[in-house]
C-alpha cells in the first residue's frame, strides 16, 4: 500500500524559504514518478516538479530557479526546497507519486489527475 507523509509546511514572510519533505513508503522510487503540486483557494491544483528515476528535474515556470525538488532513494525521502517564497506561492501543498514513470518525461505530469497517489498536503503561507 502506497502511503505519502508531507511535512514542513508553515507562513513565512516574503522572500523567505521553507523546506518541505515527503515520506513514501509501499513504493519503488525507481519505478515511479514522484512530483509536487499545490493547490490554492479557488484554483485548480498545479504540477509544480517533477524528478525522474534518472534524478532528471522538470519545474513549472513560475517556481523555476526558486524550488529544488530531490529524492533520496535510501530514505525514500522526497522533498521540495523553497526560496525566495512569495504571497502568491501561498498554497496546499501535495506530494504525489504515480507507477506511469515515463510522465516525467513529458508533460503529462503536470496534470493531477494523471497521478493516483496523494498525502495529505502541508500548508504554505507567505505573507507581504
Known amino acids: 500500500q502506497v502511503q505519502l507523509v508531507e511535512s514542513g509546511g508553515g507562513s513565512v514572510q516574503s522572500g523567505g524559504s521553507l523546506r518541505l519533505s515527503c515520506a513514501a513508503s509501499?513504493?519503488?522510487?525507481?519505478?515511479?514518478?514522484m512530483g509536487w503540486f499545490r493547490q490554492a483557494p479557488g484554483k485548480e491544483r498545479e504540477g509544480l516538479a517533477v524528478?525522474?528515476?534518472?534524478?532528471?528535474?522538470s519545474y513549472t515556470d513560475s517556481v523555476k530557479g526558486r524550488f529544488t525538488i530531490s529524492q533520496d532513494n535510501a530514505k525514500y525521502l522526497l522533498t521540495l526546497q523553497m526560496n525566495n517564497l512569495k504571497p502568491e506561492d501561498t498554497a496546499m501543498y501535495y506530494c504525489?507519486?504515480?507507477?506511469?514513470?515515463?510522465?516525467?518525461?513529458?508533460?503529462?505530469?503536470?496534470?493531477?489527475?494523471?497521478?493516483?497517489?496523494w498525502g495529505q498536503g502541508t500548508q504554505v503561507s507567505v505573507s507581504s
Open positions: 504525489a507519486a504515480d507507477s506511469k514513470w515515463w510522465m516525467s518525461r513529458n508533460n503529462d505530469w503536470r496534470t493531477w489527475t494523471n497521478f493516483g497517489y
Open positions: 524528478i525522474a528515476r534518472d534524478g532528471k528535474t
Open positions: 509501499g513504493l519503488d522510487f525507481n519505478n515511479y514518478c
